[in-house]
């Protein structure tokens, strides 16, 4: 989840994609995806204006080749025939969220972890609630997967596109394991 060391002012498209759990919004460069969130999602706004901050532009409507590929990458997600994304991403956040983050991708499609594992994982055990806070500020859902943390009681808790959506996205998931399993 390198920084981009071009395309970033070449080319920025912002456009919808509906999928099996609801309206999207994606937004990429001409060379990384940088957001993929909810369209109905209170924070969508302030996740926009950080990204154009963070991009040096505003975004456009429009497609590009990446939004072309995790189109296709989602399909096959969401028909069970994928587990791991190949579309590249670029998450600017603070040294602390990128941590989280490429802490979340490290976590195997069929499976879950807590907040305080992932804690305990980047060297923070104390900071729990930071994990959530930066878990809740993750503008690329589904491909950095934020829906695979869950409370330490094993309860669903805390997702930005509403918890029915995260059981979803766990039961794709775990139906996509127990398919693989039985071959």
């Known amino acids: 989840m390198a920084a981009p060391t071009s395309g970033l002012e070449v080319e920025r498209a912002l456009t919808g ?4 759990v609801g309206e999207m919004v994606a937004a990429a460069t001409k060379t990384h ?6 369209s109905r999602r209170h924070m969508l706004p302030l996740q926009l204006q950080r990204l154009e901050a963070a991009v040096g532009s505003e ?8 939004i072309v590929q995790l189109r296709r990458e989602l ?17 600017p956040g603070t040294p602390f969220q990128m941590k989280v983050w490429n802490e979340l991708l490290r976590i195997p499609p069929g499976t879950t972890t807590t907040y305080s594992r992932v804690a305990s ?5 104390t900071a729990v609630r930071a994990v ?10 589904i491909l950095i997967p934020c829906h695979r943390v869950i409370g330490s009681d094993g309860s669903l808790t805390g997702y930005g596109g509403g918890l029915s959506r995260k059981k979803k996205l766990l039961d794709l998931e775990a139906r996509a394991t127990e398919l693989k399993l039985e071959l």
């Not at 399909?75 to 998450?91: I, K, N, S, W």
């Open 121 to 125: 994982a980047i060297g923070h055990p």
């Open 132 to 141: 959530a806070r930066a878990n809740g500020d993750n503008r690329i859902a």
């Open 59 to 66: 975004l456009v409507p429009g497609e590009s080749a990446i």
């Open 75 to 91: 399909d096959e997600y969401f028909r069970g025939e994928r587990r791991e994304f190949t579309v590249p991403l670029y998450a």
């Open 33 to 38: 995806l940088v957001l993929f969130e909810f």
């Open 17 to 20: 994609i509906v999928t099996p």
